[in-house]
Nanobody, 124 residues
């Protein structure tokens, strides 16, 4: 059974950087796109970034555009999120997700495989 496993979270000061990784555990799989979402305490899960494998097109939430970069390797079912200039508001649990049905977009329902999440905490 394939699973997604995130890593790279931690505690960082405001203005700092972190790089999150997400890899398939068990076996690789085919997907149309992979994405990152995040959920801050007391808030709903929100879209962060997406990468479409066929076009390598990337798309970002307004709140992270210019600071975060998504990349990855579709053959390895691996995706990364480079986070620079981190802000207090970036504190959240970050989840990676895969779209294996071709729905894509920013809606959570369009992604059918999810990781367990990794905590990112930004301190002042």
């Amino acid at each position: 059974q394939v699973q997604l496993v995130e890593s790279g979270g931690g505690l960082v000061q405001a203005g700092g950087s972190l790089r999150l990784s997400c890899a398939a555990s068990g076996r690789t799989f085919s997907s149309y796109a992979m994405a990152w979402f995040r959920q801050a305490p007391g808030k709903e899960r929100e879209f962060v970034a997406r990468i479409n494998w066929s076009t390598t097109y990337t798309y970002y939430a307004d709140s992270v555009r210019g600071r975060f970069t998504i990349s990855g390797d579709s053959a390895k079912s691996t995706v990364y999120l480079q986070m620079n200039s981190l802000q207090l508001e970036d504190t959240a649990v970050y989840f990676c997700a895969a779209d294996r049905t071709g729905m894509s977009g920013t809606w959570q329902a369009n992604y059918d495989l999810w990781g367990q999440g990794t905590q990112v905490t930004v301190s002042s």
